[in-house]
């Protein structure tokens, strides 16, 4: 009786072809953990861009429905009868990775006011609300940083003027604004209002290369100022 033949894979074939396999499965795989990472860093940064540009959009639609509320402490007057006006917002940092929103109030000043929006907002006596600030984290593990690595810090101030309806927005670059006394300063800077803050968005090992930043640009009166750079041109 002759042998049968029965074709099939060496074990040398067969571990070839499962190391080929298993090769290309973690190719694969990596190439996808790579795309979903970039898309989270580019959503962080997103995300932050639209927060910012909000605010913007929330003090130039300013609603007084609450001013009882706000007003607290600053006469705690009837509607209709209140000196409170809300102005605008206060944007800090606590950290690397937290953004703080307070909403700043005024008390509206005897006439006869000043035309000019800069020295009007100053005879507001402006101070923070009452009311919780709101927080924000960066998403995705994100966090601010300076260009060399460094926590970033800054403060900015975003008010509508009463007298134009006009918004102006005073900068400080690392530094943290905290008290009204320190907001009543900054807008006696005249340097605030020709300050530009740039943002670094650290992916914290989400991606390698060049990372993308948030630019705050000088004296922005709406949404627009706000834009992200990157491509090499980030951080």
């Known amino acids: 009786m002759k042998p049968i033949n029965i074709a099939g894979f060496t074990i040398i074939e067969t571990m070839l072809f499962l190391g080929i396999s298993g090769m290309l499965i973690l190719g694969i795989l990596v190439g996808t953990g790579s795309s979903i990472n970039v898309q989270r860093y580019r959503d962080s940064v997103t995300s932050l861009q639209s927060l910012l540009q909000n605010q913007f959009s929330e003090v130039s639609n300013v609603r007084n429905d609450s001013l009882l509320n706000v007003c607290n402490g600053v006469g705690n007057q009837p509607r209709g009868q209140s000196k409170c006006v809300i102005l605008g917002k206060l944007i800090t940092t606590s950290d690397n990775k937290t953004i703080l929103i307070k909403t700043i109030i005024g008390t509206i000043p005897p006439p006869p006011s000043v035309l000019d929006d800069v020295l009007s907002l100053r005879q507001y006596n402006i101070q923070k609300s009452p009311l919780a600030e709101e927080t924000y984290a960066v998403e995705w593990g ?6 060399s690595g460094a926590t970033k810090k ?41 300050q530009e803050v740039k943002l670094c968005i650290d992916s914290n090992g989400l991606l ?14 709406s949404a627009s100022g706000i834009e992200t750079v990157g491509d090499g041109n980030g951080c």
Not at 161 to 186: A, C, H, W, Y
Not at 211 to 220: G, P
Request: net charge positive.
């Open 208 to 221: 390698t290369g060049n990372s993308m930043a948030i630019i705050l640009k000088a004296n922005s009166t």
């Open 142 to 147: 994100s966090s601010l940083a300076t260009p």
């Open 154 to 194: 800054f403060s900015m101030l975003v008010l509508r003027s009463p007298s134009s309806g006009i918004i102006r927005t005073f900068m400080k670059d690392n530094e943290v604004v905290t008290s009204d006394d320190q907001m009543r300063q900054l807008l006696a800077e005249p340097l605030a209002l020709k």
